[in-house]
């Protein structure tokens, strides 16, 4: 089992930027695809990026291709996502998620662990 925490939510203007972080317990994160994800309510979760298990390699949604970085450090069991910036249309829950999928997996269903979500609230 993985258990997955995730902060650095919050509410900012927009041009902002905010870090959010994903702490991982109960298992090593090195062996998985790292995801992270957002949900606005009424709609569907959307892939926004992932990692590789190495960190080698990243994937991400066209809408925040070059805005949004994301990055992992195994030896502390953590997963960030960098989220420069910032548009109102980026306003959501934002949810870290781990599987054994490939990297160009967006499919949320194929994600084996997920957090409870971090709010992010980017105002105009």
């Known amino acids: 089992q993985v258990q997955l925490v995730e902060s650095g939510g919050g509410l900012v203007q927009a041009g902002g930027s905010l870090r959010l972080s994903c702490a991982a317990s109960?298992?090593?994160?090195?062996?998985?695809?790292m995801g992270w994800f957002r949900q606005v309510p009424g709609q569907a979760r959307e892939f926004v990026a992932s990692?590789?298990?190495?960190?080698?390699?990243?994937y991400y949604t066209d809408s925040v291709k070059g805005r949004f970085t994301i990055s992992r450090d195994n030896a502390k069991n953590m997963v960030y996502l960098q989220t420069n910036s910032l548009k109102p249309e980026d306003t959501a829950v934002y949810y870290c998620?781990?599987?054994?999928?490939?990297?160009?997996?967006?499919?949320?269903?194929?994600?084996?662990?997920w957090g409870q979500g971090t709010q992010v609230t980017v105002s105009s």
């Open positions: 990692i590789s298990w190495s960190g080698r390699r990243t």
């Open positions: 109960g298992r090593t994160l090195s062996t998985y695809t």
């Open positions: 998620a781990a599987g054994l999928v490939e990297l160009t997996n967006t499919g949320a269903y194929d994600y084996n662990y």
